[in-house]
Nanobody, 124 residues
Framework: QVQLVESEGGLVPPGGSLRLSCVLSGRTFSSFVMAWLRQAPGKDREFVAAINRSGTATDYADSVKGRSTISRDNAKNTVYLQMNSLKPEDTAVYYC?????????????????WGQGTQVTVSS
């Protein structure tokens, strides 16, 4: 069965950087569109970034565009989210998500497989 395991998040000062990673096991990684979504307390889960199967196309939420980069290494079964210039409003639980559909979607319902989530806190 498909498993997604995210790296640890952490506490980062405003303006700092953090790289999250997520390893997929159980099926061929390159078959999946991958994404990151996040959920802050009391809010819905929201789209952050997504990447197609080959890594040649990406999509970003406006809130992170220009500050974040999603990438993947199909040889390592891993997707990454590099986040720079972090702001307190980036504080959330970050989830890695995957779909076999081929569609690079922005909705949580576009993704069938999920990691356990990792906490990212941006605070001084």
């Amino acid at each position: 069965q498909v498993q997604l395991v995210e790296s640890e998040g952490g506490l980062v000062p405003p303006g700092g950087s953090l790289r999250l990673s997520c390893v997929l096991s159980g099926r061929t990684f390159s078959s999946f569109v991958m994404a990151w979504l996040r959920q802050a307390p009391g809010k819905d889960r929201e789209f952050v970034a997504a990447i197609n199967r080959s890594g040649t196309a990406t999509d970003y939420a406006d809130s992170v565009k220009g500050r974040s980069t999603i990438s993947r290494d199909n040889a390592k079964n891993t997707v990454y989210l590099q986040m720079n210039s972090l702001k307190p409003e980036d504080t959330a639980v970050y989830y890695c998500a995957a779909t076999l559909s081929g569609y690079v979607g922005r909705s949580r319902f576009d993704y069938q497989y999920w990691g356990q989530g990792t906490q990212v806190t941006v605070s001084s």
